[in-house]
Structure formats: structure tokens, C-alpha cells
């Protein structure tokens, strides 16, 4: 089995997307339906997709894809503290027409975010590796 191996950074991005996803669950606590579950998450993971994409512009750095999961994973982890600490109240699965749509919105929001850093990350690879594609 393969062990993922992380850097204090990455350790403190996955604190960090936990805050940001509790975050939102804060401010969208008071509605009754499954979106208080559903918009954190997606607001976590798309910030997360933006941080890891912003890398590119810097030089130093390099957006990469295992980021992305822990930053995913510290925002699930960041949601059930979230619940642990104050459960939502009435929470209907799916909830009304209007929940439906802003959970279908952020979903189609949070695919294509997905789609945009992944087109990204394939057209910026890392010199070492764009020059081994090179030599095959």
C-alpha cells in the first residue's frame, strides 16, 4: 500500500481547508435543508482548486493534485466539527426545488472548477517531466 507523504505545508493546508469549510458551515447554518452540508464542501474544494491553481503563477511553487485531496479531506473533516459542534435543525435530503437547484448549481460549479484545474495542471507540467515526455 502506498503512504501518502506530506510536508508541514500540506499539513497546515489541511487545518487550513477545515477552517475555511467550518467556515462556511457557520454562515450557512440556518438553512433547513441538505444544502448546509453540500455548499461548505463545495465552497472548501473550490478554494482549494483555486489555491492549487494560483501556484502555477508563482514560481516557486506547483499546483498539484495530491493538494487538492488533502485539501478536500481537511474540508470534510473541517464540516463534521462543524456538525459536531452546533447539527443542523430539519435537515430534509433533498429538501425543496430551490435546494435542489443550488445544490445542482454548486455541484455543475465544483465539476467544472474540477475540469479547469485538471486542463490546467496537464498543459503546465513540471519541466523535468515535460522534458522525459519529450524523450519517449
Known amino acids: ?5 506530506t510536508t508541514p505545508t500540506e499539513q497546515f493546508h489541511f487545518t487550513e481547508y477545515g477552517l475555511v469549510s467550518f467556515l462556511f458551515y457557520r454562515a450557512w447554518h440556518s438553512r433547513a435543508d441538505a444544502s448546509v452540508l453540500v455548499l461548505p464542501l463545495c465552497a472548501a474544494v473550490v478554494v482549494g482548486f483555486a489555491d ?18 488533502l485539501n478536500a479531506i481537511g474540508g470534510v473533516c473541517g464540516l463534521l466539527a462543524g456538525v459536531a459542534l452546533d447539527p443542523p435543525v430539519g435537515v430534509e435530503w433533498p429538501g425543496t426545488v430551490r435546494a435542489r437547484r443550488v ?13 479547469s484545474f485538471l486542463g490546467s495542471h496537464v498543459s503546465h507540467l513540471p519541466e523535468p517531466v515535460a522534458d522525459r515526455c519529450s524523450q519517449v
Open 1 to 5: 500500500a502506498t503512504v501518502m507523504q
Open 52 to 69: 492549487e491553481w494560483f501556484q502555477w503563477f508563482v514560481p516557486s511553487r506547483v499546483g498539484e493534485a495530491q493538494d487538492v485531496v
Open 103 to 115: 445544490q445542482n448549481g454548486a455541484g455543475r460549479f465544483l465539476a467544472s472548477t474540477l475540469l
